[in-house]
């Protein structure tokens, strides 16, 4: 039976269906400038155990308000004073949301502004594309804070800009913004207007394409890069194999064969 998703269990994060498969999902918090509080990932881990088995095509993961997530919710940790156990165990909830949104096998666009800081890069670097506005900045102050990160950062932030750059980032708390963040990988995309919308339209673009092509996308990539050259080859030989071989993919090959669907053309 498949899962359904209700939007009204959620208290930290508002969701919205669309029509086309795409669904909204915006941290709610803008008072705290969405920072992420143990109940916020609780409800992230659940939105995105579900979602790859209740017809969700693509995800836009969003911020209310003026920023995205300013990372941990650090009033919150300040006031449980939690032992080295208990932060452990918050550390390994949040790997398990994170991991859920790059390994589960639907598409996860991040719509980037304001603040994406500490525990907001971490989020962010778990989608499969960020896109920024002109108002987005990046940064991992957890040095200054007496802090390490805890929820990826020393692995995807580390693939995005290199160990040097990481390791500075943590050190001196350095900001990167516009088109430098884009050159550094930190983002993919950076939009003069609303990155919402251009993360919905990529969303939609991407919510076109056979669900099982998108499993194989936004899940065996991620595995094949933690494998061997050898084993990483050999799997994606098995998953080609099964991909290239769907039955619903016939109707598309037929239209390239006749010459009756798109072209790859140049920009411009």
Excluded at 113 to 120: K, L, N, Q, S, T
């Amino acid at each position: 039976m498949t899962p359904r998703i209700d939007p009204s269990r959620y208290t930290n994060l508002d969701i919205v269906a669309h029509d086309d498969g795409v669904w909204v999902v915006t941290l709610n918090r803008p008072s705290k400038r969405n920072a992420l509080n143990a109940e916020t990932i609780e409800e992230l881990v659940e939105f995105f155990s579900v979602a790859p088995r209740a017809g969700v095509r693509a995800i836009v993961l969003a911020g209310a308000g003026d920023h995205f997530c300013a990372g941990l919710d650090l009033v919150e940790h300040h006031q449980e004073d939690r032992s080295p156990a208990d932060f452990m165990h918050l550390c390994l909830r949040w790997h398990e949301a994170f991991n859920k949104m790059e390994y589960g096998g639907v598409p996860v666009i991040a719509a980037l502004h304001g603040a994406v800081v500490g525990g907001g890069l971490e989020l962010a670097s778990s989608a499969h594309v960020r896109v920024m506005d002109q108002t987005a900045y990046f940064a991992l102050p957890e040095g200054q804070r007496g802090l390490f990160t805890g929820g990826g950062a020393t692995i995807r932030v580390t693939d995005l800009v290199g160990k040097a750059r990481m390791i500075d980032m943590m050190l001196t708390g350095r900001v990167y913004q516009g088109q430098e963040a884009v050159d550094l990988g930190l983002a993919q995309y950076i939009v003069e207007g609303s990155s919402l919308d251009a993360a919905m339209d990529l969303a939609r673009k991407a919510a076109q394409n056979l669900p099982l092509s998108n499993f194989a996308i936004c899940s065996a990539v991620s595995h094949m890069q933690n494998m061997s050259a050898m084993d990483a080859a050999y799997a994606e030989a098995v998953v080609a194999g099964v991909v290239n071989t769907q039955p619903d993919a016939r109707e598309r090959l037929a239209a390239f064969a006749d010459k009756s669907a798109a072209r790859v053309r140049p920009n411009g």
